[in-house]
C-alpha cells in the first residue's frame, strides 16, 4: 500500500429495525460482533489507526472496542444526525493527517480484507480525491442509487427516500464505504447540510460537493456483491451469517478439507482446518481454532471457541469442546464435555467424560490435563483441576478428584455387590 491509511467506522446508529436492546453493531455472527468484522478487515488492510464513532448505548460499543482492538480508538457522537455529521466527529482526531480516509459502516461485516486492499489501490491508482464502492444488485431496495452521467462518471448517490421512480430502477448501489484523501476532501464535513427526505446530514451528499468542487470523484464497483451486505434486520443478520459460513466451507473445500454437507454444517471463518480432515454433518464450529490433518470431526460436534487440535483426531457425535488443547491420536468419540483442558496425544476419552471445569459458587473455572497415552473410562467426571499422568488408566463410572500418577489405575466406584436369588 502506497499511502497511509485510517479508517473511521460508523457506530453511532440505534439499529432501530433490529427490533433490540443491544446495539445493532453488537450483535454478533460467529460470536464475533459485526463491527469487530469491519474493524479486523481495517486492520488486516493495513489501517493505521481506526477511528469508531459510537452513539447509541455507546459505553458499551467502546468497551468492546477498546476490550478487542487496541488499534482503535472511540469518538461520541451524542446525537445521531446522520452519516456526514457521524464522520464529522472524527475531525479532530484527523486534524493534521495527510493520507487516505477509509469511511466504512460497522454494520457491514461481509467486507473482506482483500476488497479493501483492491479498493484503496484504485483510489491510489486513479489518483481520486473520493472514491465510493458500489455493488450491482439483483435487488437494489433500500439502499441509496449511484447515479452516472453520460460519461459513466459518478455525479451523486440519491437515498431510497428521495429517488425518483426512473431512480429507484438503477441497481448500482451504494455500499456505504468510501475512500477520501483527506486533505483535498476534508472541507464538506464543515458544510453539511440536510436538506433531504430524512433531514439528516447524509454522507453521499460528498459525491456531488466533490463534483461541484473539481475534485477527482471515481467509483469503485465490488466483484462480489454480497461484500456490501448492510445489517439492518434480523433477517438480514441470518442472510450474512449464511454467506459467510459458505463463503468460508468453500475456501476450506478448496485447501481439502471434506465437508459432507455444507448446507448443515456452520464453521467460523477464524477456524484454520488442515487437508483431509473430514467434518460430517451437523457440526458447530465458533471462535478461533485450529484443527490439524486427517481428523475426523462430527457428526454433530461443537467447538466453541480456543481450541487447538492436532492431526489424526477424532472428534465424534455430541461431544463439546471448548479452550482445549488436543495432541495427534487421540479419540473423543461420543458424548463427551472438554473444556479448559490439555488432552496428550494417543488418549482414548470414553463415552460420557466430563471435564467439570467450573465451580458455580466461587464463578472460578480450573484446568484438566491428561497426558499421552492416558485411558479414560466411559461415565468419567474429572474434577478440576485434575492431572492424569501418562498411561493413567480411569475405571468406568469414576468420579476423579485427585491427580492419578502415570501407570497407575484411578478407580472411585463401589464394588458391585450380587444378591443371590434377590427377584424371588
Ligand atoms: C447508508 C447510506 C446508503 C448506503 C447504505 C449501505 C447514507 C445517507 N446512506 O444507508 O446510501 O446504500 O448505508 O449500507 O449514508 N450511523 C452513525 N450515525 C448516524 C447515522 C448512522 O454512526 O447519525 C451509522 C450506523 O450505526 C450504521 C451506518 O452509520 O453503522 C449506516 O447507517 P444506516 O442508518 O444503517 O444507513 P443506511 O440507511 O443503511
Ligand atoms: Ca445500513
Redesign the pocket.
Known amino acids: 500500500m502506497s499511502k497511509r491509511v485510517k479508517a473511521v ?7 432501530t429495525r433490529m427490533k433490540s436492546e443491544k446495539p ?2 453488537l450483535h454478533e455472527i460467529f460470536n464475533k460482533p459485526l ?1 469487530s468484522w469491519v474493524l479486523s478487515a481495517c486492520e488486516n488492510a493495513g489501517s493505521l489507526e481506526n477511528i469508531v ?4 448505548k455507546g459505553e458499551e460499543v467502546s468497551g468492546f472496542v477498546s476490550k478487542n482492538h487496541p488499534k482503535s480508538v472511540c469518538v461520541e ?1 451524542k ?8 464522520v464529522s466527529m472524527a475531525k479532530e482526531s484527523l486534524k493534521d493527517f495527510d493520507g487516505c480516509v477509509l469511511v466504512l ?4 461485516p461481509l467486507i473482506t480484507k482483500e476488497s479493501l486492499e483492491k479498493f484503496i489501490n484504485f483510489h491510489n491508482e486513479n489518483s481520486s480525491d473520493i472514491t465510493v464502492m458500489t455493488a450491482i444488485l439483483g435487488n437494489p431496495s ?4 449511484i447515479v452516472r452521467d453520460s460519461r459513466n462518471n459518478v455525479s451523486e ?1 440519491v ?2 427516500k428521495d429517488c425518483t421512480e426512473a431512480q429507484k430502477a438503477i441497481s448500482e ?4 464505504m468510501y475512500c477520501i484523501n483527506w486533505q483535498r476532501a476534508q472541507g464538506f464535513f464543515s458544510n453539511l447540510k440536510n436538506n433531504n427526505a ?1 433531514n ?5 451528499d460528498i459525491i456531488k460537493w466533490g463534483n461541484t468542487e473539481g475534485l477527482k470523484v471515481s467509483g469503485y464497483v465490488l466483484e462480489n456483491p454480497d461484500e ?1 451486505l ?1 445489517i ?1 434486520s434480523r433477517a438480514q443478520l441470518a442472510d450474512a451469517f449464511r454467506i459467510m459460513n459458505l463463503r468460508h466451507l468453500d475456501k476450506l473445500m478448496e485447501d481439502g478439507v471434506t465437508i459432507v454437507s455444507p448446507e448443515n454444517t456452520q464453521i467460523s471463518p477464524e477456524t484454520v482446518i488442515g487437508a483431509d480432515t473430514i467434518i460430517f454433518p451437523n457440526t458447530f464450529i465458533n471462535g478461533k481454532n485450529t484443527i490439524g490433518k486427517n481428523c475426523k470431526i462430527g457428526p454433530f460436534a461443537h467447538l466453541r471457541g480456543n481450541c487447538t487440535i492436532e492431526d489424526f483426531v477424532k472428534i465424534g457425535n455430541f461431544v463439546e469442546l471448548k479452550k482445549t488443547y488436543v495432541k495427534s491420536h487421540t479419540n473423543i468419540s461420543h458424548l463427551s464435555y472438554v473444556g479448559d483442558s490439555k488432552v496428550g496425544s494417543n488418549v482414548n476419552i470414553g463415552a460420557g467424560t466430563i471435564t467439570a471445569n467450573y465451580n458455580s459458587i466461587t464463578k472460578e473455572k480450573k484446568e484438566t490435563i491428561i497426558n499421552d497415552g492416558a485411558s479414560i473410562g466411559s461415565n468419567t467426571v474429572l474434577v478440576a483441576p485434575v492431572e492424569l499422568g501418562k498411561k493413567a488408566f480411569i475405571a468406568a463410572g469414576s468420579v476423579i478428584t485427585k491427580d492419578v500418577g502415570a501407570n497407575a489405575l484411578g478407580l472411585t466406584r463401589s464394588p458391585q455387590k450380587e444378591i443371590k436369588n434377590y427377584v424371588k
Do not use: F, M, P
Open positions: 467506522v460508523l457506530a453511532a446508529g440505534k439499529g445493532k453493531v463491527v464513532v459510537v452513539g447509541h457522537q446525537e445521531q444526525l446522520g452519516t456526514g455529521h457521524a459502516c460497522g454494520d457491514t433500500g439502499y441509496g442509487r448517490i437515498e431510497q448501489i451504494n455500499a456505504g430524512q439528516e446530514y447524509y454522507l453521499t456490501s448492510g439492518n
